[in-house]
């Protein structure tokens, strides 16, 4: 993917270095275009990749014209190619990509072609860290009990995912134990700048997790995708996109002292969230940016699904350069990663304003104006003030069932529930916290945050605070280093005593693997109907997403973690009330006990060291001996066991032919599911703890395992009977048929209610096909192609939806779901719609991008709707049945 052959841009290929003539990069100011030095830095990265892999077919001379054009492109939808130099993957979303692999090389053979050619052409890393659970935690070896588990749990999917490495090539595998992906990625994966097959240019990617926007903050442009699109990636397509906007997002002004960048992320998330940038890019700018470490950076562009953006880009500038330094990075890559970026015109002085390049729209914050704050109840850009959380929470309790609403009658407002634990006497009320866990690459990667945690922890300690028993407190890090250098510094034993200990290198409690709560606690939840809180340092905190026993989880840096797990409640005001009351039975506030920012970054400068990075991921790959031990087969075509409940040859491709079968209309479709507003994909396709009463679990049941043994819906995506039995069974699914939160519909022709699966299957042996209606933002949340894969094994032909949420879009798009779209102005209540209707969907036989379609209702009712196939690709995939059919028919033609 270095260079493509007959390239019209070959003249512009120069040597970095005339003494080395074999190193050789396109020279993108030899274009001689003014437009170019008014591109925004992400466009740049797109037309580099345009330039070099431009070979008049996938890549067309047209395509770099209408990225050079980008500025005059902005009222029209104009769509490129755009070819990433690698691809990262973590093992829930990796796990069905190679299971899709290993099936679709079966496919070909069937289909008379070389298997073999299923095979990745760009450079994939996949990082093992979904599969750890908080089993075990406030013991000295809750770690090594927890990681013992992850393997007795998860050892068939390990084996498989080796078998990938070795069966693939440019496949590389970060055992489990070894960090978070997006912090691997920051620390040790990201080039920056590649040097391959004896050219030079920008590291870009996609990843199959929604946070790949991580590594913006370090000047890398990538952004999460389906894990269906990631495969066409690594099979050699270019992905198509529409050409984005770019907001630049303009910070200027100096944070407080007691201010931490997750203040700022979720201050910007709030913001961007108001000016609406869903499907734009994001740019950073300004002096402000100067004064913004590449943790802090890291942080904000971590957050960008949750303001909705593609990407939130920070150009590669000095601290960068320290950053890579500091991470322990050659040298000698330095100097060529700087002396490339300086030549194409990619390398950032935030303080030069003759830098400054042409944005769609430009907004600013003022980093002064940041104040503490969370975020929450149950979305991540629900910012609250903490001076303002006492009185939110107890707003939110009374009011409407909602985002900000739990709908509990005044007069329980002050339930109190007694319980026992550990033979001591406590009580249970509303917002009292039972989880706090350190957890996720958005704070973990930040030593300025985790030092400032340990810090407080220490001067907690030193005035005699503790954190009650039965709260769940956990640290789970984004990499080793972290450990390293909470343990160098002497703060870990301080955390350590207030229960913080490390329970697993992973993502754990922020994406649901949170463990159990003690049964006493859940039998107080529970019996006193208790909204019971989480509080994480975390990206997502969408209901049932977090623990099912807490209906409020808050987003928070990890110092408040720790805070709100000392007092206990988040029905506190910090600056009115004390934290805690110590043995001596004086009153400890949070501002006794919080560190500035001077003295963290005194600690950092001390402790965080590029030989700690170094010695850390010089053994990564073979740092865990039972991933070492573990024996996987070799063979090219993978051998799949019938008995196994985790790995199973997926149907995508049963029956698939050469030839096509012409588009047809989906004629009376029933509505399967008629949702709200923000269904996300935790809605969708659940990744936590599979229930015992569902529909998964009695088929797991059924072939003979016990609940101990079900693990999660997550670490089962790769078997098929599972996961279509897993969609739409989030107990917080809100489904209006029954007025309620329940994994349930109402099965229409018979009136019964039942489980979504059940109800799906009735539909299915009736040859009946079936619709989805939702509202807003249908798909929000976490990149999870199993959200459009289990909709597809469901018979589920299309949705219909105010607007979608990017990735989900594209993942229905690419198993051959219809995304339509109502017309601005209409809704299901605007058109009188209850979803008890038939539904007849007119499909053209000619189709074009966005086309306007019929849609005729058995109660001869017609609109009409917006089929939301955006590009000519996407139609092809359509014609094909998904993206997955469309490469097994190319890659099986002679």
């Known amino acids: 993917m270095s260079k493509t052959v ?19 990069f396109y020279n993108l ?3 001689g275009d003014s437009r170019y030095d008014r591109l925004p830095f992400s466009i740049r990265v797109l037309l580099e990749s345009a330039v070099r892999n431009c070979d008049e077919f996938l890549v067309k001379h047209s395509d770099v014209e209408s990225i050079l054009n980008w500025k005059q492109t902005q009222t029209q939808t104009v769509e490129v190619p755009f070819r990433p130099a690698r691809v990262i993957l973590q093992d829930f979303t990796g796990v069905p990509a190679v299971v899709d692999f290993a099936a679709m090389r079966d496919a070909v053979m069937k289909l008379g072609g070389d298997p073999e050619k299923i095979n990745p052409v760009c450079p994939a890393d996949l990082v093992i860290d979904h599969s750890i659970q ?6 000295s070896d809750s770690l090594q009990k927890n990681q013992d588990l992850e393997f007795d749990r998860n050892r068939e999917r390990f084996q498989f995912l080796k078998w990938g490495s070795k069966a693939f090539r440019n496949m590389r595998i970060i055992p489990p134990g070894s960090g978070i992906v997006h912090q691997v990625n920051l620390e040790y994966l990201a080039r920056v700048v590649f040097n391959y097959d004896g050219y030079f240019y920008p ?7 929604s946070h790949t926007t991580m590594i913006d903050g370090l000047g890398v442009l990538g952004w999460g995708v389906g894990g269906i699109e990631a495969e066409a990636v690594m099979l050699g397509q270019p992905i198509s996109m529409v050409l984005p906007e770019v907001v630049g997002y303009k910070l200027h002004g100096n944070p407080d002292k007691l201010i931490t960048s997750t203040d700022i992320v979720l201050t910007v998330t709030k913001h961007l969230r108001q000016v609406g940038v869903v499907g734009k890019f994001v740019e950073f700018f300004g002096p402000g940016v100067a004064q913004l470490s590449i943790a802090d950076r890291a942080t904000i562009a971590n957050m960008c699904p949750e303001y909705g953006a593609t990407a939130a880009f920070f150009p590669v500038d000095d601290v960068s350069i320290q950053y890579l330094q500091q991470t322990g990075r050659e040298a000698n890559k330095l100097a060529y990663i700087t002396k490339y970026l300086k030549a194409v015109g990619m390398f950032r002085d935030y303080n030069d304003v003759s830098q400054d390049p042409e944005f769609t729209q430009v907004v600013e914050l003022d980093l002064s104006t940041v ?8 979305r991540p850009q629900d910012r609250i003030a903490v001076s303002e959380m006492k009185k939110d929470f107890e707003t939110c309790l009374g009011a409407k069932q909602g985002f900000k609403g739990f709908q509990v009658p005044p007069e329980r407002h002050s339930t109190v529930v007694p319980f026992q634990f550990n033979e001591k006497e406590y009580t249970l009320s509303h917002g009292s916290v039972v989880i706090a866990a350190i957890t996720s690459c958005t704070n973990t990667s930040n030593p300025s945050v985790m030092l400032g945690a340990g810090l407080l922890a220490k001067k907690a300690i030193e005035h005699g605070l503790c954190v009650k028993p039965y709260i769940k407190t956990s640290l789970s890090p984004g990499s080793g280093v972290v450990t390293y250098y909470l343990k160098e510094s002497g703060v870990m034993d301080y955390l350590c005593k207030l229960g913080f200990e490390v329970v697993g290198y992973g993502c754990m409690t922020c994406i649901g693997n949170s463990g159990p709560l003690p049964e006493p606690v859940v039998e107080a939840i529970t019996k006193g109907d208790v909204v019971a809180a989480g509080v994480l340092s975390g990206n997502r905190n969408f209901e049932g997403r977090v623990h099912p026993n807490t209906r409020a989880n808050y987003l928070a840096s990890p110092p408040l973690v720790i805070a709100y797990a000392i007092a206990g409640t988040m029905r506190i005001d910090f600056e009115k009330e004390p934290i805690a009351i110590n043995s001596e039975g004086k009153e400890i506030f949070l501002r006794d006990i919080w560190p500035t920012r001077e003295e963290i970054q005194a600690v950092e400068r001390k402790f965080v060291i590029p030989s700690m990075f170094k010695e850390v991921y010089e053994k990564i790959e073979k740092v865990n001996e039972r991933w070492n031990s573990l024996v996987a087969p070799s063979d090219k075509l993978y051998t799949w066991d019938p008995e196994s409940t985790y790995i199973k040859s997926p149907p995508f491709f049963n029956g698939l032919t050469m030839e096509l079968q012409p588009p047809e209309s989906i004629t009376d479709a029933y509505v399967l599911l008629n949702l709200g507003d923000s269904v996300t994909t935790d809605h969708i396709s659940p990744a936590g703890n599979i229930a015992r009463n569902s529909t998964a679990a009695r088929y797991l049941t059924n072939r003979g395992l016990t609940p101990r043994d079900y693990n999660s819906y997550g670490s089962r995506r790769g078997n098929d009977a ?13 489904n209006k048929f029954l007025n309620k939160q329940a994994p349930q519909t109402i099965h229409l022709p018979s009136g019964d209610t039942m489980d979504v699966f059940d109800a799906a299957e009735r539909y299915q042996q009736s040859g009946v096909p079936l619709l989805v209606l939702a509202g807003k933002e249908y798909g929000s949340g976490s990149s999870r192609d199993w959200a459009a894969k289990g909709p597809f094994l469901l018979g589920i032909k299309a949705v219909l939806a105010e607007s979608y949420e990017r990735i989900h879009r594209s993942n229905l798009v690419g198993m051959g779901v219809i995304p339509l779209e109502y017309l601005p102005g209409d809704t299901a209540d605007s058109l009188g719609l209850t979803g008890r209707e038939r539904y007849t969907i007119i ?22 709707v917006r089929m939301r196939f955006d590009t000519d690709v996407e139609l092809a995939y359509f014609h094909h049945g998904g993206i997955l059919n469309y490469m097994i028919r190319k890659m099986s033609e002679n």
Do not use: W, Y
């Open 6 to 24: 007959n390239n019209p841009f070959q003249h512009i290929v120069e040597p970095l270095d005339p003494t080395d003539p074999k190193q050789q």
């Open 29 to 31: 100011s030899k274009l």
């Open 134 to 139: 908080v089993d075990f935690n406030r013991k």
């Open 203 to 209: 590291d870009s990617l996609v990843g199959t997790d």
């Open 371 to 378: 104040v503490p704050c969370c975020s929450g109840p149950k």
């Open 722 to 734: 599972v996961m279509a039995r897993g969609t739409f069974a989030n107990i917080r699914l809100f």
């Open 843 to 864: 499909i053209p036989k000619q189709l074009t991008p966005r086309m306007v379609v019929d849609v005729k209702l058995d109660t001869g009712k017609t609109f009409q």
